[in-house]
């Protein structure tokens, strides 16, 4: 029964947050997203007190509940060894393995320091929230849609509009490879070792492994009952029952709850943590050797865990043409000074500290205005950039959808106010010298009205006219830039602020 609800609930998360970032039409987010903000990693670096409070009190009480629940990652995982167990003879292909703590320990001191020196590229590989992410947004995300254009083609023949066609496009090649290899090497561990990735390299098991050491709840072998079958250690995809001393390492354990199903002897059962429980004398000195070991984890790790709440709070395309005959070039982006970043960030450096890099606000953008970044330091976080669309001022979603707090929540009123860049005009562009011809579609169409299409020549009144750009009315939404019909280089452009400020 317990492992029949622990699968429920594991489905429901996994397909409310993969349906987030698969999601283009902004409606499964007003239901479902306060499942990305439950997520650990997120929780912790928006501040979220109340989330991970919850999570840690509910490892202490269960065990490792949000790895085989909660955790999209850790139910991809189970997905996949699931399939794998499938195979004739494979159900029970696992065996008990000693803690290797020397890396457990290791990658998450590097995940700290990485955290407190800013390296935001080296912290978004190792989350696990953030990677599944990248793997639902570059992988999935693209066949979800065009699944949809499939049926949206069919539905138009059939006269039906319930169906609408998405672009389809790649935002960034460096992150769809890191995805698609991340993708491929958790495939290949889960397939073959089931929960070796949760046990060595994430950081989030090896935070709440510590405390899930100290669980209430948890499942225990009756040494009396056991008959040293082994089919518990075999079917334990975390590798941490030792079936010969009736011994299970909890901070490994997810409480997947198959161990218990697996006992044919009713020798397995989840019995609170002070109950005495019947084992052999010959145990006992291992018992407290076990003990003093855990002890020893608890000191070594406590300062850890302290830094890193610390380090928390404190830090592609398709061709257009116009009329069918003349081919429109596409823009390239420009070279900006200051990279831009979305409202709501406050500052560059606020939000290269607490973005996970997870791509959920890159899907939802309904503008296309948000891609990851190829800087080495901000690899994978998003920037913003204009050529696909720019940033409607009336537009909060992504804003809306953060759940580490890197783009805080605002109105259209605060965001319509918000100067996230400026506009720069490149004169060697600009049509009506390039051409000779009258243009101002970026004055026409600035929503703030910070641009002014006045006389060329300051000398002739009739002389064509260019744009003059007021920065300190200008917010930075890149609706200059986008609707610019020079190319392949607009003949104007945002740079953006490190630091923003309110009109």
């Known amino acids: 029964m317990l492992r029949k609800i622990r699968l429920t609930l594991a489905v429901l998360f996994f397909v409310a ?9 902004g409606t499964v987010h007003a239901w479902l997203g306060w499942t990305a903000k439950v997520q650990f990693l997120p929780a912790l670096l928006a501040v979220n007190a109340g989330v991970v409070v919850l999570l840690v009190l509910l490892t202490l009480l269960a065990g490792r509940v949000y790895c085989s629940v909660i955790c999209p990652l850790g139910v991809f995982q189970d997905i996949v060894s699931w399939i794998s167990g499938r195979r004739k003879k494979k159900k029970y292909r696992f065996s008990y393995s000693p803690e290797l703590k020397w890396l457990r320990y290791g990658v ?29 947004s570059n992988l999935f995300a693209p066949l979800y849609r065009w699944g949809n254009n499939l049926l949206a083609y069919f539905a138009e023949r059939a006269d039906s509009y319930a169906f609408y066609e998405t672009e389809v496009w790649m935002k960034s090649l ?24 949760c046990n060595t390299v994430c950081p989030v098991g090896t935070v709440l492994g510590f405390f899930s050491r100290f669980s209430l709840f948890r499942p225990v072998i009756d040494a009396e009952k056991c008959k040293n079958c082994s089919l518990c250690s075999r079917g334990c995809k975390a590798s941490c029952i030792d079936y010969r001393h009736h011994r299970i390492d909890y901070s490994r354990c997810v409480a997947c709850m198959d161990c218990i199903d697996t006992c044919k002897h009713d020798a397995l059962h989840l019995q609170y943590r002070w109950k005495k429980a019947n084992k052999p004398a010959a145990d006992k000195p291992e018992q407290a050797a076990a003990s003093g070991q855990i002890d020893t984890a608890r000191r070594s790790f406590l300062s850890a865990t302290a830094v890193l709440a610390a380090a928390s709070v404190v830090k592609a395309q398709d061709k257009k043409v116009d009329g069918g005959l003349a081919v429109i070039e596409d823009k390239k982006i420009p ?33 296309n205005v948000l891609r990851p970044s190829t800087e080495l ?28 707090g890197a783009i805080r929540p605002m109105t259209v009123a605060d965001k319509s106010s918000t100067r996230i860049g400026h506009a720069v005009w490149i004169r060697k562009n600009c049509i009506p010298l390039t051409d000779g011809v009258e243009c101002g579609n970026c004055a026409r169409h600035c929503p703030s009205g910070a641009i002014l299409m006045v006389p060329s020549d300051s000398g002739d009144p009739n002389s064509v ?28 452009y945002v740079e953006g602020h490190t630091m923003h400020s309110v009109m």
């Open 17 to 25: 947050v993969t349906a987030l970032f698969l999601d283009f039409t």
């Open 108 to 136: 998450l001191g590097l995940f700290v320091i990485a955290l407190l020196a800013g390296i935001g590229s080296f912290v978004a590989l190792l989350a696990p929230y953030s990677s599944y992410g990248r793997i639902a």
């Open 174 to 197: 460096s992150t769809f490879i890191i995805a698609a290899i991340t993708f491929i090497v958790l495939m290949v561990l889960a397939w073959r070792n089931g929960r070796t990735y």
């Open 335 to 367: 070279v900006r000074t200051t990279p831009i970043v979305p409202p709501g960030a406050w500052s560059a450096r606020h939000f290269a500290q607490h973005c996970t890099a997870c791509q959920l606000c890159v899907s939802v953008c309904p503008n």
């Open 377 to 404: 330091t901000k690899l994978m976080q998003p920037e913003m950039s204009y050529e696909r669309g720019y940033c409607r001022p009336e537009c909060t979603r992504c804003s809306e959808v953060c759940p580490a």
């Open 465 to 492: 006219r260019i744009p003059v750009v007021n920065a300190e009315r200008c917010i930075g939404c890149g609706a200059c830039e986008h609707l610019c019909p020079a190319r392949p280089f607009s003949a104007i």
